[in-house]
C-alpha cells in the first residue's frame, strides 16, 4: 500500500510516517481494490490537523482530526477512518447477501416466530408514541414540508379530531380524517 503525504506548515519525520504507515495497515485489511491513500497534515494556529482520504473502486472515505499534538490527531483520524472502513465493508457484505431473494432469506431466520396465519402475514416490527400537538390543518401542511418525515399526527383544531397529513408519492400532500 502506498501512502501519499501532503504536509502543510508541518515538518513530518520518518518516526511519524511509520506511526501512521502501521495504522493504516490496519484498514487496507477491510478492503482490496484501494486505488489512492493519501493522508494530508496541516497546522492552523496551535492545533494539528489530519485529513486522511481513501479512494477504492466502489467507495472512498474522508476522515478528519484535530489536535494539539500531531500523531494524535495522525491517530485520531485513522481510527476515525477504521470505524467508517469497517460500516462500509458491513454495508458491502450485507448488500450481496440480500442481493439474491430477501423473502427467501427471512422465512429461514423468523421461522419460530412467525404467527399462525402464514407467511404474508405483517408483523409489527417497532412501536412508537407520537406527541399530538393542536394546530390547523394549514399549520400542518407547513409543518411537514419544513420537516423531512413522510407524515405527521396533530390533532386538528377546527373539527376536534385526530388527522393525519401525508407526503404522497406525486410530491404533493394527503389528509386523513377519520369518520364519525
Given at each position: 500500500?502506498?501512502?501519499?503525504?501532503?504536509?502543510?506548515?508541518?515538518?513530518?519525520?520518518?518516526?511519524?510516517?511509520?506511526?501512521a504507515?502501521?495504522?493504516l495497515?490496519?484498514?487496507?485489511k477491510?478492503?482490496?481494490?484501494?486505488?489512492?491513500?493519501?493522508?494530508?497534515?496541516?497546522?492552523?494556529?496551535?492545533?494539528?490537523?489530519?485529513?486522511?482520504?481513501?479512494?477504492?473502486k466502489?467507495f472512498?472515505?474522508?476522515?478528519?482530526?484535530?489536535?494539539?499534538?500531531?500523531?494524535?490527531?495522525?491517530?485520531?483520524?485513522?481510527?476515525?477512518?477504521?470505524?467508517?472502513?469497517?460500516?462500509?465493508?458491513?454495508?458491502l457484505?450485507?448488500?450481496?447477501?440480500?442481493?439474491?431473494?430477501?423473502?427467501?432469506?427471512?422465512?429461514?431466520?423468523?421461522a419460530?416466530?412467525?404467527?399462525?396465519?402464514?407467511?404474508?402475514?405483517?408483523?409489527?416490527?417497532?412501536?412508537?408514541?407520537?406527541?399530538?400537538?393542536?394546530?390547523?390543518?394549514?399549520?400542518?401542511?407547513?409543518?411537514?414540508e419544513?420537516?423531512?418525515?413522510?407524515?405527521?399526527?396533530?390533532?386538528?383544531?377546527?373539527?376536534?379530531?385526530?388527522?393525519?397529513?401525508?407526503?404522497r408519492?406525486?410530491?404533493?400532500?394527503?389528509?386523513?380524517?377519520?369518520?364519525?
Amino acid at each position: 500500500m502506498k501512502v501519499e503525504y501532503i504536509a502543510r506548515k508541518v515538518n513530518l519525520t520518518s518516526g511519524v510516517r511509520d506511526i501512521a504507515e502501521k495504522k493504516l495497515a490496519r484498514v487496507e485489511k477491510y478492503f482490496n481494490d484501494i486505488i489512492d491513500l493519501r493522508l494530508e497534515v496541516s497546522q492552523e494556529r496551535h492545533l494539528y490537523v489530519a485529513d486522511i482520504f481513501l479512494k477504492g473502486k466502489d467507495f472512498s472515505l474522508k476522515s478528519t482530526s484535530s489536535n494539539k499534538d500531531l500523531t494524535t490527531a495522525i491517530q485520531d483520524a485513522i481510527d476515525k477512518l477504521e470505524m467508517q472502513a469497517r460500516k462500509a465493508k458491513a454495508r458491502l457484505k450485507d448488500h450481496k447477501r440480500h442481493g439474491s431473494d430477501v423473502r427467501e432469506d427471512t422465512s429461514r431466520d423468523d421461522a419460530g416466530s412467525e404467527p399462525a396465519g402464514g407467511e404474508d402475514t405483517p408483523r409489527i416490527v417497532e412501536t412508537s408514541t407520537i406527541p399530538v400537538k393542536p394546530m390547523s390543518v394549514e399549520e400542518a401542511a407547513l409543518q411537514l414540508e419544513e420537516s423531512e418525515e413522510r407524515f405527521l399526527v396533530f390533532y386538528n383544531s377546527v373539527s376536534d379530531k385526530v388527522n393525519v397529513v401525508y407526503r404522497r408519492a406525486d410530491n404533493n400532500l394527503g389528509l386523513i380524517t377519520p369518520e364519525a
